[in-house]
């Protein structure tokens, strides 16, 4: 299991619906919760996805945690494209998803598309994710720019090869 930190300080509150807050009560038993985070509960895909988030970054138990982490690393985009791309969900929880799937390039897309990541989420993404990520930013079909610090993280990426390095120089001198 890589470990990620999902409890960073944001200065807005997290929205949890009853339904989240129910299942991670102390009453709740952790059959149920594994149950919950294996997608065999009626959530809404926010309610998952923030149902994940809080196991992960709670005290919640380490096989818990294992399964919530497995679970979201085999959800799909399309499942995910509705939260992906939710404006209003808090920051905090789109840092966290695009930290769990960095190298999936899908979920990276759609993220991207969304204003509220964090600047600080894609400058760490963008110095680790894989060469597929980065080729396809350097890539004539990428519809998105990056700023100069994104430039500069991707440059530090052990995955830049010489060509891409070159591009990102080039840019860099624009």
């Not at 129910?22 to 952790?30: G, K, V």
């Amino acid at each position: 299991m890589e470990s990620f930190n999902a409890s960073e300080p944001h200065s807005e509150r997290l929205q949890v619906s009853p339904e989240v807050a129910r299942l991670l009560s102390p009453e709740t038993s952790d059959i149920i919760r594994l149950r919950a985070v294996h997608g065999q509960m009626a959530l809404s895909e926010t309610d998952q996805v923030m149902l994940w988030f809080l196991v992960l970054s709670g005290d919640s138990s380490r096989e818990l945690k294992n399964e919530a982490l497995t679970a979201l690393r085999q959800a799909t985009p399309a499942g995910l494209k509705p939260v992906l791309k939710d404006r209003t969900l808090h920051p905090r929880v789109l840092d966290f998803l695009l930290r769990a799937r960095y190298n999936d390039l899908p979920v990276v897309i759609f993220l991207r598309s969304n204003p509220s990541v964090p600047q600080r989420s894609w400058l760490a993404i963008f110095q680790r994710c894989s060469y597929e990520i980065l080729s396809f930013f350097f890539s004539d079909q990428a519809p998105f720019k990056l700023s100069n610090d994104e430039l500069k993280a991707a440059r530090s990426n052990p995955q830049t090869t010489e060509v891409l390095q070159a591009h990102i120089d080039q840019q860099l001198s624009i």
